[in-house]
């Protein structure tokens, strides 16, 4: 079965750092564009960052400076580093990977952040 889980989130501070993983049960980060994104509460998924194959990132204005997203050497797993979050960070982060044609999201980890 294909899927994507991710992991790393929890409560952490203004002004703290928090690192998510994204493991994949197929190396689909090696052939497609995968990327990051989140949710808050009342408002739409949003794109956060995004990684393709060869390595090209590109960001969400929002965390530009802040987040970085890289990709482990085995390719079934990425990561998100978030750093000096803001309680507008605060959302539920998924993980979107593509395999054989079909798009996959993970079941999202939790990221608070208080003031």
């Known amino acids: 079965q294909v899927q994507v889980v991710e992991s790393g989130g929890g409560l952490v501070q203004a002004g703290g750092s928090l690192r998510l993983s994204c493991v994949a049960s197929?190396?689909?980060?090696?052939?497609?564009?995968m990327g990051w994104y989140r949710q808050a509460p009342g408002k739409q998924r949003e794109l956060v960052a995004t990684l393709t194959p060869g390595g090209s990132t590109n960001y969400a204005d929002s965390v530009k400076g802040r987040f970085t997203i890289s990709r482990a050497s085995a390719k079934k797993t990425a990561y998100l580093q978030m750093n000096s979050l803001k309680p507008e960070d605060t959302a539920v982060y998924y993980c979107?990977?593509?395999?054989?044609?079909?798009?996959?999201w993970g079941q999202g980890t939790q990221v608070t952040v208080s003031s």
């Open positions: 197929e190396p689909m980060f090696s052939f497609n564009t």
């Open positions: 979107n990977g593509r395999w054989d044609g079909v798009n996959y």
